[in-house]
C-alpha cells in the first residue's frame, strides 16, 4: 500500500491547511499512519499518528491543541490550525505496524506535500 500526501500550500501564521494521506489500498485495522515534517537542514520529525482501527491519536507537543489528524476509510487527514512560522516544512505520511515516533519505523512514504507558512 503506498501513501501519497497532498493539501500543501502557502499559508499566513494563524492560517489554518488540511493535508490528506490517500492510501492506494486499504488500511490493516492494526496499521498506525503517521505524520512527520521535514525542513530545510532538518531531521524528520514526529508530528502526529492515528491508529487506524482504534482511532487512537497521538501528537506531538508543538502541535498539540492545534493540529487534528483523522481518517476515512483509506485516507488519513491532518487538520492544521493557528499555524506558525516554525510549522514550514515538507510534510510526509507513512505507515507502520504499531505505534512509533521514529521515522525509520515508518514505511511507504509518498512523495511529501510543502507547507510554507508566511509571518
Known amino acids: 500500500v503506498q501513501l501519497q500526501a497532498s493539501g500543501g500550500g502557502l499559508v499566513q501564521a494563524g492560517g489554518s491547511l488540511r493535508l490528506s494521506c490517500a492510501a492506494s489500498g486499504a488500511i490493516y485495522s492494526s496499521s498506525v499512519v503517521g505524520w512527520f515534517r521535514q525542513a530545510p537542514g532538518k531531521v524528520r520529525e514526529f508530528v502526529a499518528a492515528i491508529r487506524w482501527g482504534r482511532r487512537s491519536t497521538y501528537y506531538a507537543d508543538s502541535v ?6 483523522s481518517r476515512d476509510t483509506n485516507t488519513a487527514y491532518l487538520q492544521m490550525d493557528n499555524l506558525k512560522p516554525e510549522d514550514a516544512a515538507v510534510y510526509y505520511c507513512g505507515r507502520a505496524t504499531e505505534l512509533a515516533y521514529a521515522p525509520a519505523q515508518y514505511k511507504y512514504w509518498g512523495q511529501g506535500t510543502l507547507v510554507t507558512v508566511s509571518s
Request: glycine fraction near 16%.
Open 64 to 69: 498539540k491543541g492545534r493540529f487534528t489528524i
